[in-house]
Every structure is written in C-alpha cells, then in structure tokens.
C-alpha cells in the first residue's frame, strides 16, 4: 500500500495553468503505475493521464492531449500533472491514483491506492 498527498490545485481562469503533484510515501515509488483522474459536480470520476512505472509510457484521455503533461520523478516519490491552457470543463476534484501491476490503465477499478484529491477550479 502507498500512500499519496495531491497538492497544487486552485482557482485559475481559462488559459492559464496549475502543477498539480501528488507525494507518495510507504512503499517503494517506482514499483507504482500512477494516474490522474478527475471528477466533476454531479459526474463520475473519469480518467485524465498515466505514465508507467519507469516513466517512459504515458497515455491521455483525448481531451486533455496536447495541453497536460503527466511525469514523475522517482527519486522525489512524486508525479506531477502540468495542465496547460486549462478550460472551464476541466473543473474538479483531481485525484492521484496507484497501481502495482505492469500495465498503464486507464479504468479506476485498476488503482488500488488513492489520494485525498485536490480541487481545480477553472473561471471563464
């Protein structure tokens, strides 16, 4: 089990950025697939980006390609998501997930480990 701390989040208006981090500690970081998932008012938690164990692989959601970056930095036992020219439907509560089998998901069910969240706000 790992445990992980988003941080970053905040009110932005449309066009700008936030660095969103998420800090895990318990076990060892770079045993861990990550992935940033979010959830708006009233909808299901859907999935923003992964990157792989060792960093190499990401996958995004179409919506987000293009202006977010997932990365990580294992000796820190953080991953980042930079979220670029940030729109109104990006608001919500973003979450930083963890996973220990080989593959780069993309479904919640796959992450065993969650964090609190940390809320994205964005004005038009």
């Known amino acids: 089990q790992v445990q992980l701390v988003e941080s970053g989040g905040g009110l932005v208006q449309a066009g700008g950025s936030l660095r969103l981090s998420c800090a895990a500690s318990?076990?060892?970081?770079?045993?861990?697939?990550m992935g940033w998932f979010r959830q708006a008012p009233g909808k299901e938690r859907e999935f923003v980006a992964a990157?792989?164990?060792?960093?190499?692989?990401?996958y995004y959601t179409n919506s987000v390609k293009g202006r977010f970056t997932i990365s990580r930095d294992n000796a820190k036992n953080t991953v980042y998501l930079q979220m670029n020219s940030l729109q109104p439907e990006d608001t919500g509560v973003y979450y930083c997930?963890?996973?220990?089998?080989?593959?780069?998901?993309?479904?919640?069910?796959?992450?065993?480990?969650w964090g609190q969240g940390t809320q994205v706000t964005v004005s038009s």
């Open positions: 997930a963890a996973h220990s089998r080989l593959w780069v998901e993309a479904i919640a069910s796959a992450y065993d480990d």
């Open positions: 990157i792989s164990k060792n960093g190499v692989t990401t």
């Open positions: 318990g076990r060892t970081f770079s045993s861990y697939v």
